[in-house]
C-alpha cells in the first residue's frame, strides 16, 4: 500500500524549531518529487515547498513566506522526507501534509499533480 | 506569484445536479492544472490532473476542462458524498498556487 506518514508536529514558541518527518512506503520514493502543504485553521491550502527526484538531483523549491527559514531534505535510503523549519512566526500554524508529486516520467517533462497524501501532522505556533 | 481565483466561494446544490467551479489565473499556464476534494478533517485528493484527466478511482461525473487562464471543474450529478471543498491547483510556474476553494453544500 503506498503510504505517507508524518510525524513531528507539537507546539512551539515563536522564534523556535521543529523538524518534521515523512515516511514513505508502498512505491519506489526516489523516483518521485516530495512536496510539503499547509493548511492554517479554517484556510486554504497553501503550497510550502519541493524536493525533485533522485534524477534531478533532490533540488528544491520554496514558497516566499518560508524561504529563508524552511529547508526540505530527504533520504533516499530510508525513505524519508523531512522539513526543517526554523525562525518560526505565529502565521506557520498549520497543519502541515506531506505529499507525493507525480510526473509522466522520472525526468518529469510534465508535472501532473498531488497524487498522494500523509495524514498531516499540527504544527502550532504560540507563546 | 500566479493567482488563482476559484468561483464561487460556496454553493448549495441538490443531489443529481450539476454543479461548475470555475479556476481563472492571472497568467496563461498552459495545461498545469489539478483539481483537489478536501473533506472536512482529511487531507485533500486528487481529482483531476493536467486540466481533464482523471485520477485513478475517481468517478466519471468529474471532469474538468478549460485553456489559457480559465478552467472548469464539472461535478455532472451531485452525490451526497460529494460535499467537500474543491481547489485548484497551478504547477505551471513557482510556486505553485491553490485557489481559495470552493465549498459544496449538499
Known amino acids: 500500500e503506498v503510504q505517507l506518514v508524518e510525524s513531528g508536529g507539537g507546539l512551539v514558541q515563536p522564534g523556535g524549531s521543529l523538524r518534521l518527518s515523512c515516511a514513505a512506503s508502498g512505491f519506489t520514493f526516489s523516483d518521485y518529487y516530495m512536496d510539503w502543504v499547509r493548511q492554517a485553521p479554517g484556510k486554504g491550502l497553501e503550497w510550502v515547498g519541493r524536493s525533485r527526484n533522485k534524477v534531478h538531483s533532490h533540488t528544491t523549491e520554496y514558497a516566499a513566506s518560508v524561504k529563508g527559514r524552511f529547508t526540505i531534505s530527504r533520504d533516499d535510503s530510508k525513505n524519508l522526507a523531512d522539513l526543517q523549519m526554523n525562525i518560526l512566526k505565529i502565521e506557520d500554524t498549520a497543519v502541515y501534509y506531506c505529499?507525493?508529486?507525480?510526473?509522466?516520467?522520472?525526468?518529469?517533462?510534465?508535472?501532473?499533480?498531488?497524487?498522494?497524501w500523509g495524514q498531516g501532522t499540527t504544527v502550532t505556533v504560540s507563546s | 506569484a500566479i493567482q488563482m481565483t476559484q468561483s464561487p466561494s460556496s454553493l448549495s446544490a441538490s443531489v443529481g445536479d450539476r454543479v461548475t467551479i470555475t479556476c481563472r489565473a492571472s497568467?496563461?499556464?498552459?495545461?498545469?492544472l489539478g483539481w483537489y476534494q478536501q473533506k472536512p478533517g482529511k487531507a485533500p485528493k486528487l481529482l483531476i490532473y493536467a486540466v481533464s484527466s482523471l485520477q485513478n478511482g475517481v468517478p466519471s461525473r468529474f471532469s474538468g476542462s478549460g485553456s489559457g487562464t480559465d478552467f472548469t471543474l464539472t461535478i455532472s450529478s451531485l452525490q451526497p458524498e460529494d460535499f467537500a471543498t474543491y481547489y485548484c491547483l497551478q504547477d505551471y510556474n513557482y510556486p505553485q498556487t491553490f485557489g481559495q476553494g470552493t465549498k459544496v453544500e449538499i
Open positions: 505529499v507525493r508529486g507525480f510526473c509522466s516520467g522520472p525526468t518529469c517533462p510534465d508535472f501532473y499533480g498531488m497524487d498522494v
Open positions: 497568467q496563461a499556464i498552459r495545461n498545469d
